[in-house]
């Protein structure tokens, strides 16, 4: 061991132990310390500036899980309905390896499906969105999505976290880490669903190799939104408080010795954010004080629509209090046993049926109040799926997974409004133009840069190695930027 | 020890002849193979050491590691010269062959942005690489 290294390890023993000492928690001078590494260690959440002026401060993130069929929702397809129940022409596959579970059938369309224009924008919606599709001079479609991976634990994870295996940041906690929290006493990284986790479960919303503390916070329904956040009836406030101080004290002598120990930070963290929490968070999905006339236009009063609509409600209100990173998992009505997402490899027509009626009028609810409210220009809302579904059948009347072409869309600040990127084929298989093909990468870091996030400059070093949220890819798509 | 140091940590005969030998094994066993379509006689382990490279090398360029990426792309460099020769070989591949001297040209513009300290554009040029071996990889996989 050299000099340098001798007294390097001695220095920040001797810096560490003194930290741990004089209490490294919040309002405790760190004499040794230096500033940045006392921020990040005593408040990783801490509000942090971004790379430059983003154009907006919240996203809400709504994962559509099991992968809605874009050419039964957005992308119409005229030359789909003209050859509907034949096979598909072997051009439309050239450099296709069709591994999905269904194999190749023949071209479908559901016979009752009808098409509008909407909006001076003229986009196309089915007779499945009515009310979203309102809203069509809002949105910003993006009909050249593409993928990896033609299952759904596999998208999923590349659609939150750009990788196809578990392990990486999700986006919601890379934001939180780069931009920390807009509200002291609330998660920076909030995840709801209504019944069920999307496959991969809490994957989808880790820290990855990121500190603990940037992962997404799980909110439930019900008035106590996270799980053992209430004080026990017989537990009193100053018992609690005694409690949480003996914790604190034993968590510190701990983090002396494991400095390095971000789960034993975050826990830290945790307990005392969960003190102002038990507050904060009722309060912020309390539906009580809103209108009835709010209510029913998220959808409240209808049984299909009412969870979702719930959880698009309290996304709202979470974006007035700062949330950065509302992450929404779309998952079946109340009562319902048969569809369960829009994973429709049979009977399309009833399970896009149930699953449009679910987030149709709360989506559409959601843009006119974030718009009433004047947080629509600082909100961006992404409709996000981990991939489409094949023009041809399955089951007779049902779609396989297509992650060759499909369409997502955003709405919100410092976008292109009424506007439509890209396109599909005639059948809507593949993206047609491959320089317009838009990958989850690109999507996440179209995402950052309306954060006011460069991608390329939010790096964390992990194992020697510097990483980011796109991984080795991304390109902002600057054509639906305003 | 994972498959790049394995083979960053042979002098550059040693290293050269290894990889020509993973070229090697990729043909004969292409040669046994049936029927696989397409079978272009490239060593997965190759494959996998050559995008660990690329990972090594964007990581390189965000810290501005010079040195550090300077070696990463010597090394692609020679890697896809020899692809690019391999598929000149193999013949029947053009959009293989046409994707390999893209990322020889790429890899020959990063060499001179990282000489010169143009990190910005060695980063633009890393998405560019790594898009290159994604296109390669969604086609040939």
Redesign the interface.
């Known amino acids: 061991m050299n000099k340098n290294r001798r007294s390097f390890i001695k220095n920040g023993s001797l810096g560490l132990g003194a930290a741990a000492t004089s209490g490294l928690m919040p309002g405790v001078g760190l004499p040794g310390v230096s500033t940045a590494f006392a921020s990040e260690l005593a408040e990783p959440l801490a509000p942090k500036q971004p790379h430059y002026p983003g154009k907006v401060k919240s996203v809400i993130w709504l994962h559509q899980n099991g992968a809605p069929s874009s050419m039964d929702l957005f992308d119409r397809k005229p030359m789909l309905e003209k050859m509907a129940g034949k096979p598909i022409p072997p051009s439309f596959l050239e450099g296709l390896t069709v591994a999905t579970k269904g194999g190749l059938g023949n071209l479908w369309v559901d016979k009752n499906r009808t098409w509008k224009q909407y909006g001076e924008s003229g986009a196309w919606f089915s007779d499945l969105l009515p009310n979203l599709a309102k809203h069509a001079d809002d949105m910003t479609f993006i009909k050249s999505s593409k993928t990896i991976g033609a299952t759904h634990n596999i998208s999923i994870i590349k659609l939150n976290t750009g990788e196809l295996t578990p392990g990486r940041p999700s986006l919601g906690a890379w934001v939180s880490y780069a931009l920390g929290s807009g509200n002291p006493d609330l998660p920076s990284y909030i995840v709801m669903y209504n019944r069920s986790q999307p496959r991969g479960g809490p994957v989808n919303w880790s820290s990855g190799f990121l500190p603990a503390a940037y992962q997404g916070t799980t909110f439930l329904s019900g008035s106590s939104p996270i799980l053992f956040l209430n004080r026990p009836d017989l537990v009193s406030a100053a018992q609690q408080k005694n409690s949480l101080e003996l914790l604190r004290n034993l968590d510190i002598k701990g983090l002396a010795q494991r400095h390095s120990d971000t789960e034993l930070q975050a826990r830290i963290r945790s307990y005392e954010l969960a003190e102002r929490m038990q507050y904060a968070a009722p309060e912020a999905v309390d539906l009580g004080k809103e209108s009835e006339a709010t209510k029913e236009m998220y959808g409240l009063n209808d049984s299909t629509s009412k969870g979702y609509g719930n959880l698009l409600l309290r996304a709202r209100r979470l974006v007035e209090r700062g949330v950065k990173f509302i992450h929404i998992v779309s998952g079946s009505p109340e009562g319902e046993t048969q569809v369960v997402d829009w994973d429709a490899h049979s009977n399309l027509p009833r399970n896009h049926g149930i699953m449009a009626k679910m987030v149709d009028k709360p989506i559409a609810g959601l843009l006119t109040d974030l718009k009433a409210r004047g947080l629509l220009d600082t909100t961006l809302v992404v409709w996000a799926s981990e991939f489409g579904r094949t023009p041809w059948g399955e089951s007779g009347n049902g779609r396989d997974h297509n992650p060759w072409g499909y369409t997502q869309w955003m709405a919100g600040g410092g976008l292109k409004k009424g506007f439509s990127y890209g396109e599909t084929d005639e059948l809507g298989l593949k993206v047609a133009d491959p320089s317009f093909a838009v990958d989850t990468y690109d999507i996440h870091a179209t995402v950052l840069h309306l954060l006011g996030l460069d991608h390329l400059r939010t790096t964390y070093v992990h194992n020697g190695r510097a990483e980011r949220p796109t991984v080795n890819f991304g390109k902002i798509v600057t054509d639906i930027l305003a | 020890m994972n498959i790049k140091n394995q083979f960053t940590g042979l002098n550059k005969v040693i290293r050269t002849t290894t990889i020509l030998i993973s070229f090697c094994c990729g043909l004969v066993f292409s040669s046994y193979a049936e029927d696989q379509t397409p079978d272009l006689g490239i060593d997965i382990d190759l494959m996998n050491f050559m995008e660990e490279t690329?990972?090594?090398l964007?990581?390189?360029i965000?810290?501005m590691n010079r040195d550090g990426a300077l070696e990463d792309v010597v090394l692609l460099n020679e890697l896809f010269v020899m692809l690019e020769e391999h598929f000149a070989e193999i013949g029947d591949y053009p959009e293989g062959a046409r994707l390999a001297k893209k990322s020889t040209t790429l890899t020959a513009q990063l060499n001179d942005a990282i000489t010169t300290d143009n990190y910005n554009n060695a980063?633009k040029l890393?998405?560019e690489l790594?898009?290159a071996c994604?296109s390669c990889h969604?086609?040939f996989?």
């Open positions: 690329n990972d090594s964007t990581s390189n965000s810290l980063t890393g998405i790594s898009n994604k969604e086609k996989k």
